[in-house]
């Protein structure tokens, strides 16, 4: 086989077959004309670089297992060799993650104790009477009509998250069934008006729908009281644009990530509550404390919005994690 067809089936390019070639992994044969020319046992060679590289292997750790290749075996794990290469990395990675973890909870403890004093900055975002100088929303308007509960979140308690993975307005990707293995919040709410722009028509009579730049800030303003009653991480979901929900945490100053479910994906997922307004659907507001990737309590209808973390704080006070070191 010439160069660009052993590239091609094991899906790398030719320069990538050239540098392994240098490196010794694979050794074509050079015919008269110069031209090279690969075996089989060469294209399987590739192939196999590229898997164990995609699951972290450099390439000074592939050697045993395109040696048992070339010694007719097949799979390429089927040496002795091979299993030892196997265990050396799998020793690696079990170092990085034991460092990785101390580092994560070092940092996780420095953020929390700075969110206790004010997310690090008291005076500036503290007056003196302890009252928050940070960015709030308008004040709710009186007399909101008061969402009934319809059973919409009966089932959910007991359920397990799905797996579904999204990008959060932190950049950064999250997996809901993997967030952590302890206690932690996912509060969903409908949508955030921005500054100056149109709310849905009707949104102010819609049972439950005004309040959610409100029940941000409050989430917030409690997330010290939060964390100091076991909860590990607070997760926001709507179906809000990422775009805008990036540029609300940075108006509001939130300290946890937002997540963009614009396809509803996890509403389907778990038959969440929504309704519809403005030609859209969205969720309805639900806050669900969970233990690793089971939905433990659920808080449904929520009002008043603006004042609802203080109420998860309330619940997680009268229902300490045992299982869970803060």
């Not at 396809?263 to 403005?278: D, I, R, V």
């Not at 507001?285 to 609802?308: A, C, K, Q, S, W």
Request: with cysteine; net charge negative.
């Amino acid at each position: 086989m010439r160069a660009k067809q052993v590239a091609d089936a094991a899906g790398v390019t030719v320069k990538a077959l050239r540098h392994y070639e240098a490196l010794g992994l694979i050794q074509p044969v050079r015919r008269p004309n110069g031209y090279r020319e690969y075996s089989d046992i060469d294209a399987r060679c590739v192939a196999e670089i590229r898997l164990l590289a995609s699951l972290g292997l450099h390439l000074g750790e592939i050697g045993p297992f395109l040696d048992c290749l070339r010694q007719g075996y097949e799979p390429a794990d089927h040496c002795p060799e091979s299993l030892a290469a196997y265990q050396s990395k799998i020793d690696q990675i079990d170092l990085l993650i034991t460092r990785l973890t101390r580092n994560r909870h070092e940092l996780t403890r420095r953020m929390h104790v700075a969110a206790r004093r004010g997310f690090g900055l008291d005076h500036d975002k503290y007056d003196e009477t302890g009252i928050s100088l940070l960015p709030q929303a308008d004040p709710l308007p009186e007399n909101l009509p008061i969402p009934q509960d319809d059973g919409a979140a009966d089932h959910l308690p007991g359920m397990t998250i799905p797996a579904l993975t999204f990008t959060t307005s932190d950049g950064v990707e999250i997996r809901l069934d993997a967030v952590c293995d302890g206690r932690w919040v996912l509060f969903i709410y409908p949508l955030t008006g921005e500054p100056g722009t149109d709310i849905p028509k009707g949104w102010n009579e819609i049972p439950g729908a005004r309040g959610c730049s409100q029940e941000a800030c409050g989430f917030r303003d409690n997330f010290a009281d939060l964390h100091a009653n076991g909860v590990q991480h607070v997760v926001a979901l709507s179906s809000d644009d990422a775009e805008y929900q990036r540029a609300l945490a940075d108006r509001l100053h939130l300290p946890y990530p937002m997540v963009s479910d614009i396809e509803l994906a996890l509403a389907q997922a778990l038959k969440l509550p929504t309704f519809e307004a403005g030609n859209a659907t969205l969720y309805k507001r639900v806050t669900m404390v969970l233990r690793g990737n089971t939905i433990e309590h659920v808080f449904y209808p929520i009002f008043p919005p603006d004042t609802h973390a203080a109420e998860v704080v309330r619940w997680l006070t009268a229902n300490p994690d045992r299982g869970t070191t803060s």
